[in-house]
């Protein structure tokens, strides 16, 4: 019998339950919540508010498509943040009320580390990257370059200094009035584009950190300009418009990571976060492997965006250690790893 461990995510707008076995994922449910896709962006009261309406029934889900009963279970893991205080208040309360029914043990986990272990998800025929290994974690809040030494040992080399890539692309797609969010979207468009049809500002800046304000901007301004001599502009020049940010957008992470790689000789590399569903940015993991033969770890679109198999997997791993919280643990909406 293997150590089975219930996750739970309410990080944001997903509400998600999932369930591992020994690391092996039994059932991993997620209700997205389309409320929101008429605001243009998350509304944190109404995210909370549809979580406390799914978690039950996703969590019921979760549980029947695993095969189990709550009685089969070893231990809750849930997200503590960072995220939307609300959203996590829902995910938090509900594992403290399930472990005291139940007479769990509760494992609290940092939604950033659990991006980073859906690449400890266990499967048959895959391999798991090699400590210690970089992991570039791109999401709709976060982008990150992690030395990642251990299971529980992660360490910021390199972050934003301002907007997230994710974040990023939701906004050049809302100037351009394509929907939310803008990530699939752009992605989608950038396919049928010339990615050479325009060239937009790429930041400057120390270390291994990331900006993409000037690039939002530069982007912003080219519309502006170019919308004076034709109304129709982005009408007719969207997919290439697409293609031409994605690349920047996928250059610039790519730059500042391979620097990482170099310097710290390291070439076992991973991609996490909900950016990372991107067809440019996969491509160019995948040409790290071909043209430097660099170990490349690119995760299943299942444990791209926010999931709650990521976050028992990383559960599972400090129940290995027995890091356990207790009854008076409280969220946080802002933290760094
Ligand atoms: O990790 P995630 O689900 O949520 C958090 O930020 O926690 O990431 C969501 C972000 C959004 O900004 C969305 O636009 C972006 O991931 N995204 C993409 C793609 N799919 C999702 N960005 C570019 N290309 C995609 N295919």
């Not at 040992?153 to 301002?162: L, N, P, S």
């Not at 080219?222 to 997919?239: G, P, S």
């Amino acid at each position: 019998m293997g150590i089975k461990i219930l996750g739970i995510e309410s990080s944001c707008d997903d509400t998600s339950a999932a369930v591992l076995d020994d690391g092996r994922v039994l059932s991993n449910v997620t209700a997205s919540q389309a409320v929101h896709l008429r605001y243009g962006g998350v509304v944190p009261e109404l995210a909370s508010r549809a979580h406390q309406q799914n978690i039950i029934p996703v969590v019921d889900k979760a549980i029947a498509d695993a095969g189990i009963k709550p009685g089969d279970l070893d231990a809750i893991a849930f997200t503590r943040g960072p995220g939307l205080l609300g959203s996590l208040l829902v995910g938090t309360s509900f594992a403290k009320g399930f472990a005291l029914a139940q007479g769990l043990p509760m494992i609290d986990v940092n939604h950033l580390q659990a991006h980073v272990s859906a690449h400890f998800i266990i499967e048959e025929g895959r391999e798991l990257p090699k400590f210690p290994f970089l992991c570039l974690l791109v999401s709709g809040g976060n982008s990150q370059i992690l030395l990642v030494n251990d299971y529980m040992d992660m360490k910021i080399i390199g972050q934003t200094i301002d907007d997230a890539a994710g974040e990023a692309f939701d906004k050049c797609a809302k100037v351009m009035g394509l929907g939310y969010p803008g990530g699939p979207l752009i992605d989608k468009l950038a396919q049928q584009g010339n990615a050479d049809a325009f060239e937009f500002a790429k930041p400057n800046i120390k270390d291994y950190d990331y900006s993409f304000s000037g690039l939002k901007t530069s982007f912003l301004y080219t519309l502006r300009d170019r919308l004076k001599e034709d109304a129709d502009f982005i009408e007719k020049n969207k997919a290439d418009l697409c293609a031409s940010l994605q690349k920047t957008v996928i250059d610039i992470l790519m730059k500042k990571l391979i620097k990482a790689a170099k310097d710290l000789k390291i070439t076992e590399i991973a991609l996490a976060g909900g950016v990372s569903a991107n067809s440019g940015l996969r491509k160019a993991f995948e040409d790290l492997h071909t043209n430097r033969g660099w170990n490349v770890f690119v995760p299943k679109f299942a444990f791209t965006t926010d999931n709650a198999a990521m976050v028992a997997s990383a559960g599972y791993r400090k129940f290995q250690r027995g890091m356990f919280c207790d009854q008076t643990v409280a969220p946080f909406s802002r933290t760094i790893i």
